[in-house]
């Protein structure tokens, strides 16, 4: 009885200590309008969980296969191809300077490079995934207040500065 008593409450402590490590801290949503002619649409949720960020959501409208997911530096989606967005967010100083375009997980990345999201044969794509080097907030690596932005193409995740992943289908402003 007492093995059986101190196992359980070791599963508990377990448990415990794994619910810590997911706790989940600050929270924003971009909606995302289409841009450049498109009919995308779609909407975000990112959600700080230790010293990542998950990103979940739906976007639709695009043609089946990988196209390219980027925070760009501005909280701005006012122009019809989303220009006014600016370009890939990067924390490091100086800007874009330090580092080259790259996928989520490449040590050295723009801060906003997300990678691909891939769009099924119903133009749908379900986007979850977890990202370091960002944060739910307005600090130096904050994310609120900059814009989320799908492309037309997939990232190549290498070619500088933008991962040649063509026009700006939708945007829509990282907001709590």
């Not at 967010?89 to 375009?101: I, L, Q, Y």
């Not at 906003?112 to 977890?130: P, R, S, T, W, Y």
């Amino acid at each position: 009885m007492k093995i059986a008593f101190t196992l359980a409450c070791c599963a508990l402590l377990l448990a415990a200590c794994a619910t810590t490590s997911e706790q989940q801290g600050a929270s924003a949503v971009a909606k995302l309008s289409a841009k450049s002619g498109s009919q995308v649409r779609g909407e975000i949720k990112l959600t700080q969980v230790g010293s990542r960020v998950r990103i979940a959501g739906e976007v639709t409208g695009l043609a089946p296969g990988e196209k390219g997911l980027h925070i760009h530096e501005r909280g701005d989606c006012s122009a019809a191809d989303a220009a006014s967005a600016g370009g890939h967010f990067d924390s490091h100083e100086p800007k874009n300077w330090s580092t080259r375009h790259g996928g989520p997980h490449a040590a050295d990345r723009h801060s906003g490079d997300l990678g691909n999201i891939v769009f099924d044969q119903n133009g749908k794509a379900v986007v979850n995934m977890m990202v370091g080097g960002i944060a739910v907030d307005q600090g130096p690596i904050g994310i609120i207040g900059r814009a989320l932005v799908v492309h037309f193409l997939a990232d190549d995740l290498k070619t500088d500065p933008t991962g040649d992943a063509g026009a700006r289908a939708a945007c829509g402003v990282i907001e709590r």
